[in-house]
């Protein structure tokens, strides 16, 4: 595990906020006072790499981020060593990575070299330093007129003992990475809408990865890299994104999307609860072994919707645009790239962006992605996943050179509760985003991505919408007025408050495949519109499927699709859920028979019980037409025949006696 056993084993909730068992403080604070590393990212610095040298350079820029990834863990093993010998980390840690990175960015010059002019300057950035855990320059200080919670102190404050980094996996989260909503003053602004805006929207009803389509590859930033990512992502849409799917394997793919045409894929890191829980990436690379641990949280609803520009009607999205928004690494680089937006149900006037939110009672915690909506008009891509696309400047307008796509919209509501800071998440857990081991799960280091791969007819579709200015696309049809700002009662089976036992089974049960059904509209108001999120009354939204136990999916790790050419092993999986086991048994219709590809509910709808499938399930073949079958209806048939041949000889008997 990360850090060592000792730093997970004593420290599985202590040392997140100032209380606590002291002893616990005492024996954590030696081995979590470790800073993390900060280098400088050398992808953002690249905006010019020929094509031909473009492999080169990503591969050796996902050996940079393994690097780091290495370094940080040395730095949490050798935590103990170091403090007792200060020196001891530049020589067996920081001098040796430097020489590593030096052999790496020489490479990438010499790859750029080869094709183009040979870039100037990055070997200034091999160098990399410590810094503590409780600064970065990704923290910000809180919202104007916000406050933040007593025990996150200001800005990017460390918790008033200072002891330790915490959180399950031993690299955060800490207290200060909260916020109580409540106190935060609303901070959203709209540019204004002009007469030539576009003003429709479009939505696509994807489903909430409920078949547990997950891995730690990222096909933007590291194609054929597995665990490139260092942490897990949630999919939704395209189902054959991995680190070696190319164009035409996305293209090709099946889609959990409702809309068919829309292909695209939509994907974030996950969501974890720090509640103990073991997932089976526990010991795989992305998962516990980079400080990526606890129990991973599907959504309650994900909406995605695309919208017009103020200013200007949009044009077509290219197929196959890469986007991506946010920064992974902003915790180190800086607020420049970052673009997270967290909230709750009922406050989204209101937005975070270097703080987890702490909801009040029956409010769900929400994460928003605005995407760049402004593109260059000529590039799906670019050298450092930025350049060819752009955000819109406060009054709506793109930047000279770029002309306006419509932007995707993407929020995730999760049914977590507010963690129970005072006593380091033991009553309610802490919940975090995975992140790259040394981004210590900071809120601001948030990021989505996206791969355009909606068929031309559909993309002709929505952009005539949004610029006709209708509402269209998946569940668009009956969308509700915006609801009420107070937040509704708590669900009956919201997310546990302590840490449940350990129960998952050894081999992963199947998932129920649902098919997605566009007659039913999501239930999801606009994005920009705060909402109280609210389960239907005969489909509670947080009711989990039949023999369930009320707390988030557990999923498993299965194999990579091309381990052939897996570049390391144990990283970049995509999983199947694991359902928790049974308390009792179900109802209703017998096991589903699994499919090759589960497709999840579509947005704003949730995963129905077993038992309360719209659609009826497979039966196993040995009582659908087998022997067993064919036995049960034969042998009563036969059983009446001797019945009636033995009558008819016994009447022939009797007749013939009494003649």
């Not at 420290?11 to 604070?29: C, I, K, L, R």
Request: glycine residues 10%.
């Amino acid at each position: 595990m990360l850090g060592g056993g000792g730093l997970v084993a004593v420290n599985v909730y202590a040392s997140a906020t100032e209380g606590g068992d002291q002893q616990a403080q005492a024996a954590t604070a030696q081995v979590l006072s470790a800073p993390t590393v900060y280098c400088p990212d050398v992808g953002s610095r690249l905006t010019d790499v020929p094509d031909a040298a473009r492999e080169a350079v990503d591969g050796e820029l996902a050996q940079l981020d393994q690097q780091i990834a290495a370094a940080y863990q040395q730095l949490t093993e050798s935590a103990a060593a170091i403090e007792q010998n200060p020196g001891l980390a530049d020589e067996t840690i920081m001098n040796p990575l430097k020489e590593k990175r030096s052999e790496s960015i020489q490479r990438i010059a010499d790859a750029i070299g080869r094709e183009g002019d040979r870039p100037q300057g990055l070997d200034d950035l091999a160098a990399c330093t410590l810094r503590s855990s409780n600064q970065g320059d990704g923290q910000s200080a809180a919202p104007q007129g916000g406050a933040t919670p007593s025990q996150s102190g200001q800005g990017s404050a460390a918790p008033s003992q200072g002891t330790g980094i915490g959180g399950q996996g031993g690299n955060g989260p800490v207290a200060a990475d909260y916020a109580d909503i409540t106190s935060v003053q609303p901070n959203v602004t709209t540019p204004a809408e002009q007469s030539d805006g576009s003003t429709g929207t479009f939505s696509s009803s994807c489903g909430v990865n409920a078949n547990g389509l997950f891995n730690s590859d990222n096909v933007i930033v590291a194609p054929g890299v597995s665990n490139g990512a260092h942490h897990f992502h949630d999919y939704i849409g395209n189902q054959s994104n991995n680190a070696f799917a190319s164009d035409q394997d996305l293209a090709n793919a099946d889609t959990s999307c409702a809309d068919q045409g829309d292909k695209s894929t939509y994907y974030w890191p996950v969501l974890r609860l720090q509640n103990g829980r073991q997932e089976r990436d526990a010991d795989k690379p992305g998962g516990g072994t980079e400080g990526n641990a606890g129990q991973i949280v599907t959504a309650k609803q994900v909406t995605l919707t695309f919208e017009g520009n103020p200013t200007s009607k949009v044009t077509e999205m290219p197929r196959l645009l890469r986007i991506i928004t946010g920064d992974a690494k902003a915790f180190v680089n800086g607020p420049a790239n970052a673009n997270a937006s967290w909230s709750c149900t009922g406050y989204e006037d209101r937005q975070l962006k270097d703080k987890y939110p702490l909801c009040p009672s029956g409010s769900d915690v929400v994460r928003t992605f605005k995407f760049q909506s402004c593109w260059d008009g000529r590039n799906i891509d670019s050298a450092n996943h930025r350049t060819h696309v752009a955000f819109e400047a406060p009054d709506g307008s793109c930047p000279a050179g770029f002309q306006a796509i419509p932007q995707l919209v993407q929020r995730i509501v999760y049914d977590v509760d507010a963690p129970s800071l005072q006593d380091g998440g033991r009553t309610v857990p802490l919940f975090a985003v995975d992140s790259f081991p040394e981004q210590l799960h900071k809120p601001v280091t948030d990021h989505g991505d996206f791969i355009n791969v909606f068929d031309d007819s559909l993309m002709r579709k929505m952009v005539d919408c949004i610029n006709s200015g209708r509402k269209c696309g998946a569940g668009a049809d009956e969308q509700p007025p915006a609801e009420s700002a107070e937040p509704s009662e708590p669900s009956d089976t919201a997310s546990p408050v302590a840490p449940p036992a350990e129960t998952q089974s050894a081999e992963p049960s199947e998932p129920v495949t649902e098919q997605p059904s566009s007659e039913q509209p999501s239930s999801e108001p606009p994005a920009d519109t705060p909402a109280t999120e609210t389960a239907p009354a005969s489909d509670n939204a947080s009711t989990p499927a039949s023999g369930d136990t009320g707390l988030p999916r557990v999923y498993a790790t299965a194999s990579p699709k091309k381990t052939s050419t897996t570049k390391s092993s144990g990283g970049g999986v995509i999983s199947k859920p694991t359902q928790r086991p049974e308390t009792e048994a179900p109802t209703g219709s017998a096991a589903a028979t699994p499919t090759d590809t589960a497709v999840a509910a579509p947005a704003g709808q949730e995963t129905p019980a077993t038992g309360s499938q719209t659609e009826p399930q497979s039966e196993p073949q040995a009582v659908q037409g087998g022997l067993a079958e064919t036995g049960a209806h034969l042998w009563p048939a036969l059983f009446g025949g001797l019945l009636l041949a033995s009558g008819g000889a016994l009447l022939w008997r009797t007749r013939r006696n009494s003649v």
